[in-house]
């Protein structure tokens, strides 16, 4: 009866004594997917409120997916290192901060916007002054 309740206590003290350190494992884990799947939204919301460009969407969704592909080789061996974690977190925000920055950069799309396709009125005034100059040349030639 001793030793059923002595093995008992141990098993127990030793089954409490490790869940916390695979829980910690896990909680770092879903605290990366948590990100993953936040970063995910804002793209997708980006997506929907026109801020991202295709091209820009593109960029974003290739980060991601070379993320995915660095979470799946790192949990192979079923949890990540504090090395690993901290590749992961880094990776996830420069992710971060390049989304932010492609959602706001309004003021670039603009200028490339003019520099390819420029304004209508700047299209109309180089077709008044087509007319204008060749109306010019043309009286100016006359007039000799």
Known sequence: MKTLTKSLL??????????PVFAGHGY?????????ERQQERIEEGIQSRELT????????????????????????G??????????????????NKIWRLKHNDLNRYLERQERYGSC??????DRDRKFNRDKKSRISRAW
């Open 28 to 36: 770092h884990q879903d605290r990366l997917l948590d990100r993953m």
């Open 10 to 19: 141990v098993g127990s003290f030793f089954l409490s004594s490790t869940v």
């Open 121 to 126: 009125s700047d299209h109309a005034k180089d």
């Open 54 to 77: 295709r091209k820009e969407v593109k960029i974003l969704k290739k980060q991601q997916r070379q993320i995915r592909r660095l979470v799946r080789v790192y949990r192979e061996d």
């Open 79 to 96: 949890w990540l290192s504090k090395k690993e974690r901290r590749i992961l977190r880094n990776r996830l925000d420069r992710a971060s």
